[in-house]
């Protein structure tokens, strides 16, 4: 990694002199790139998306108890006029008093029997008293997951432009081999907007953006914020010109699914306006809270990155990361997604089992779904470049939550400067990773 620093330093210091040019580096040595400061030498990614990986749950439970008592009661008052002395002993004595035994009752006289008089009054009194209470306890648990855009596109493997704002190159056409384009600078703050306060010029977005429309492809933007590849006095920079800059953005590119909203937090990159915006840098991080807001406001549909190199590499890198994410999440951001830009794959230091690790680590402790923004495997050997291709992108193709892959160039001599053979394509002939890649997503080269 250290001869790759060293091969960096003098091309970034002539970029600065220059102006940056595109196709000086493109994220930490594309033309106008991210830099890498870590054990390895990382670089910037770009990766657009929406989530809205928010994913909102909502839990309601209805708890009703209904409680019925009923009391009736009732009053019955019944009066019979029965001799009932005279069905015992009328024969005997009711003729001796006037009477008439007629079926065994006794008639014509007020008395019936000695000691009795007819007829009998009888007041029955019935109260009856019913209580019933009836008792209903009803529980409704609903649970609803709702991401912005519920992260619901078909996983895609794309890549970015060449040489700055290339999309077809040497007479192949890109849509053929690529779901997903990322712009390798054009959609940087500085590429758009040469100081603070100044026009802004969106005619390379503007040609990138319309050919992912032609074809039916995604277009990810990369990116909002970043501390490299600003306008320049990028100190002055305000809230309402931040703002400004994402709602012209997401009103001139309203189908863009997936747009990287900070990239390279610190200890990587810092924007010079960080304080300008909310501040919090090593503390509460407010300035990227604020960002994710702000960028939801103005592209509602998009899933929301946060972006970052070797977060999937090293296990410092990765806590840190967690802890911004867990950090931000809890101060309202709405986060969809992470970018995990994986760059340095190839690095000896750094395993597949490693790699696997920490994605798996970032996605259990955030809860949050995973895009790979950058990835690339620079060696001339065929071979090894194939193997590491076959051992890593499987896993990203198989796993269920890394949504989506976007390679860092693909013609060979025309990536990025810290990658410089990690092309995929010599000029025209696919090289072994190529061929391997295109069968796994079916499609053939050329």
């Excluded at 091309?11 to 890498?36: N, T, V, W």
């Excluded at 590429?191 to 390379?204: D, L």
Aim: glycine share 8%; proline share 4%; hydrophobic share 30%.
């Amino acid at each position: 990694m250290l001869p790759k620093l060293i091969y960096f330093l003098p091309i970034f210091m002539l970029s600065l002199l220059i102006g940056c040019g595109d196709d000086a580096a493109s994220d930490s040595g594309e033309g106008d790139s991210d830099s890498d400061t870590d054990t390895d030498t990382d670089s910037d990614t770009d990766t657009d998306t929406d989530t809205d990986t928010d994913t909102d749950t909502d839990t309601d439970t209805d708890t009703d108890t209904d409680t019925d008592t009923d009391t009736d009661t009732d009053t019955d008052t019944d009066t019979d006029s029965d001799s009932d002395a005279c069905q015992y002993d009328c024969t005997a004595h009711c003729v001796s008093w006037g009477g008439t035994v007629q079926e065994g009752v006794c008639e014509g006289n007020l008395r019936c029997c000695d000691g009795y008089t007819a007829p009998d009054a009888d007041t029955d009194t019935d109260t009856d008293t019913d209580t019933d209470t009836d008792t209903d306890t009803d529980t409704d648990t609903d649970t609803d997951t709702d991401s912005d855009s519920d992260i619901n596109h078909p996983k895609f493997v794309g890549n970015i432009t060449t040489g700055g704002n290339s999309v077809d190159v040497n007479g192949m056409d890109y849509s053929k081999y690529w779901d997903q384009i990322t712009p390798e600078n054009a959609g940087k703050w500085g590429s758009v907007q040469g100081s603070a306060g100044g026009t802004r010029n969106w005619s390379q977005l503007d040609s990138i953006y319309a050919y992912t429309e032609d074809h039916n492809i995604m277009f990810k933007h990369h990116c909002f914020i970043w501390g490299a590849q600003q306008p320049n006095n990028a100190g002055a920079i305000t809230e309402a010109e931040v703002k400004s800059w994402m709602s012209d953005f997401c009103t001139r590119y309203p189908h863009t699914p997936i747009i990287d909203v900070v990239n390279e937090p610190p200890p990587h990159t810092t924007p010079a306006y960080a304080n300008n915006i909310g501040g919090g840098t090593n503390g509460n991080w407010q300035w990227i809270t604020n960002a994710f807001l702000w960028a939801d406001d103005a592209c509602p549909d998009a899933i929301l990155l946060l972006n970052d190199y070797n977060n999937i590499e090293w296990t410092n890198d990765n806590q840190h990361f967690i802890d911004i994410v867990k950090t931000i999440m809890e101060n309202g951001a709405p986060i969809d997604a992470i970018g995990t830009q994986a760059h340095d794959l190839d690095h000896d230091g750094v395993t597949t089992d490693t790699m696997k690790q920490l994605m798996t680590k970032l996605h259990n402790d955030t809860g949050l779904p995973l895009y790979v923004t950058e990835y690339d495997i620079s060696t001339t050997n065929d071979q090894l470049q194939l193997t590491k291709y076959q051992e890593q992108v499987s896993f990203f193709l198989d796993t269920e939550w890394i949504k989506g892959i976007t390679i860092w160039g693909w013609i060979v001599g025309r990536t990025w400067s810290m990658a410089p053979d990690s092309g995929l394509v010599n000029n025209t002939s696919p090289r072994p990773a190529m061929t391997w890649l295109m069968e796994q997503v079916g499609k053939t080269f050329p």
